[in-house]
């Protein structure tokens, strides 16, 4: 645009000169009187407007469409020129422009002689190539309003992993009606949208549910405990069908001998009430091109978690459920029926996974699991190095250690623990063994 101005002024200069000097004179006058103007009214107009960025609505499913809501308004009737952005979304949701291309990473400084000239040429052509590269996740803009004060622009998101999902508004910019001149505008937004995950439905008959029922059982035999009662348990009325592992104690034999099968009383201790499931939202580094690969990682371990206990809350076993929460302490909860999980569900996501930075003041298992002796735990992580194993160790509890099959081979495992695998279709599968 610059140069095709300078263009346009120099005819009106040959103009001026050598065929009609009135007419080149108003030619001139008004090449250089309009972009004054212009600048003159962007100015005016450039504090007078406001941005914002919403999601409606702020929490859905993963692979329901959701929409991002930009609102710009103006206390003036003076129209708004062109008011550029970008609009970045975090993996969480699909891609907004799939023909873009992931950002390489910026580059290492060399040692040697010369390292660091060579090192600012290429950190200027990284920095050039970040504003002007359309990548997968941002979504470029073109804005602009006549004399309404308000206006509202709704761009569709897809999510695709459960979490918290982030958005927000960089790269603004306002330039002038000739789109000469240009103004950053310091208005940048986010907004955050709560995706909640899809509990799959586990089998009673899985190794893992039998192999912790029956640990549980066992421990429970060997120490007197104090009898625990399901909130939703009536004693004397309610059953519920034999799972091996269950104490013999616990079966009605009459009403078994009516059925044809075993039954189970649901007024007497529950055995798996001595049962924590652990939800390490600890996030190994990874490169910034892999965050969607982790953010895949992370939601097999929390769907596959809060499956294995909507499968106890369905067979009226209470379990105690422990993770960060969003203010960065660890959070315990029993969990005895459905309804509470799905509502804890949403919860424990306001946190999520976080760099380790963020969770490195925690200890490794919560205080209330550490002052407990004689149970059985459940630790779901997606980062278990040679430490954190050596930690597990001093835990007398039997313990199983779940990560994602794909990062199995990169996992310590502790001695006292058993290894299973949490497959991409949420399955708990013992490691070398079956499901």
């Not at 044809?260 to 529950?270: C, K």
Request: hydrophobic share 45%; aromatic share 8%.
């Amino acid at each position: 645009m610059t140069l095709g101005y300078l263009f346009a002024i120099l005819i009106a200069l040959v103009f001026m000169f050598y065929m009609d000097g009135d007419i080149g004179v108003m030619m001139l006058a008004f090449l250089l009187l309009m972009p004054l103007a212009s600048l003159i009214m962007t100015l005016l107009i450039r504090k007078r407007v406001t941005v914002s960025l919403a999601l409606r609505p702020d929490t859905a499913g993963k692979n329901r469409q959701v929409s991002a809501v930009i609102t710009l308004e103006k206390d003036t009737p003076l129209p708004l020129p062109f008011l550029r952005m970008q609009l970045v979304a975090d993996p969480h949701f699909m891609p907004l422009n799939p023909a873009g291309k992931p950002l390489e990473e910026p580059p290492l400084e060399p040692a040697g002689i010369g390292g660091a000239l060579r090192y600012r040429r290429a950190y200027q052509a990284y920095r050039k190539k970040k504003r002007t590269q359309l990548t997968p996740y941002a979504l470029p803009l073109c804005l602009s309003m006549g004399t309404v004060r308000k206006a509202v622009y709704e761009i569709p998101l897809h999510p695709q992993f459960c979490g918290s999902g982030e958005i927000r508004l960089t790269e603004m910019t306002l330039s002038d009606y000739l789109a000469m001149f240009r103004f950053r505008l310091k208005q940048e937004t986010e907004n955050a949208l709560l995706i909640t995950p899809e509990i799959p439905e586990q089998k009673a008959n899985s190794n893992l549910f039998r192999s912790v029922s029956t640990a549980v059982a066992a421990a429970d035999e060997e120490t007197d405990a104090t009898p625990n009662y399901s909130a939703s348990s009536m004693p004397g009325y309610d059953h519920r069908d034999y799972i091996p592992g269950d104490s013999l104690k616990r079966i009605n034999w009459k009403l078994s001998s009516k059925r044809r099968h075993l039954m189970v009383r649901q007024d007497e201790p529950i055995a798996l009430a001595r049962l924590s499931v652990v939800l390490d939202f600890r996030r190994k580094p990874h490169p910034a091109g892999e965050l969607g690969k982790m953010l895949a990682l992370e939601e097999q371990l929390i769907e596959s978690a809060l499956g294995f206990l909507m499968l106890c809350a369905k067979y009226g076993y209470p379990c105690k459920l422990c993770y960060a929460d969003e203010h960065g302490a660890w959070s315990s909860l029993e969990i005895d029926n459905g309804e509470q999980l799905a509502v804890e569900a949403v919860t424990l996501l306001r946190g999520g996974f976080r760099a380790q930075e963020k969770l490195a003041h925690l200890p490794l298992l919560p205080p209330q699991i550490t002052q407990e002796n004689g149970g059985v735990l459940l630790y779901f992580t997606a980062c278990c190095e040679a430490e954190d194993a050596a930690n597990l160790e001093k835990h007398p509890d039997l313990l199983y250690l779940l990560v994602p099959e794909q990062l199995a081979e990169r996992c310590a495992v502790p001695k006292n623990a058993s290894l299973w695998l949490v497959t991409a279709d949420r399955d708990l599968v013992q490691a070398g063994g079956e499901m």
